[in-house]
């Protein structure tokens, strides 16, 4: 099985910054996409930011010039920095991953999410 595990979540003022990382584990010969969504009270789950394995990157245009997305390969983790958060921003934040799997090819898997809280 594989596991994805958000941590960094929290509460932040207007204009202030928070740094999501997620991290895969389990029987993983690699991951392909990495990325974040989030989902709003209720609204529907949005794409956040993608990054593929070599690096390159597709950002919302909501977040484009305040967040970035990065990966380490090596630790099968994912990252988002967040900058210049407004209230909007807040929602709880999804880690996605397209990983392969021994026998399984690529499936997708889902963080339980982490929740990010922007006040005004």
């Known amino acids: 099985q594989v596991q994805l595990v958000e941590s960094g979540g929290g509460v932040v003022q207007a204009g202030g910054s928070l740094r999501l990382s997620c991290a895969a584990s389990g029987s993983i010969v690699s991951i392909n996409f990495m990325g974040w969504y989030r989902q709003a009270p209720g609204k529907q789950r949005d794409l956040v930011a993608t990054?593929?394995?070599?690096?390159?990157?597709n950002y919302a245009d909501s977040v484009k010039g305040r967040f970035t997305i990065s990966r380490d390969n090596a630790k099968n983790t994912v990252y988002l920095q967040m900058n210049s958060l407004k209230p909007e921003d807040t929602a709880v934040y999804y880690c996605?991953?397209?990983?392969?799997?021994w026998g399984y090819g690529a499936m997708d898997y889902w963080g339980k999410g982490t929740l990010v809280t922007v006040s005004s």
């Open positions: 996605n991953a397209q990983v392969v799997r």
């Open positions: 990054v593929t394995r070599g690096g390159s990157t």
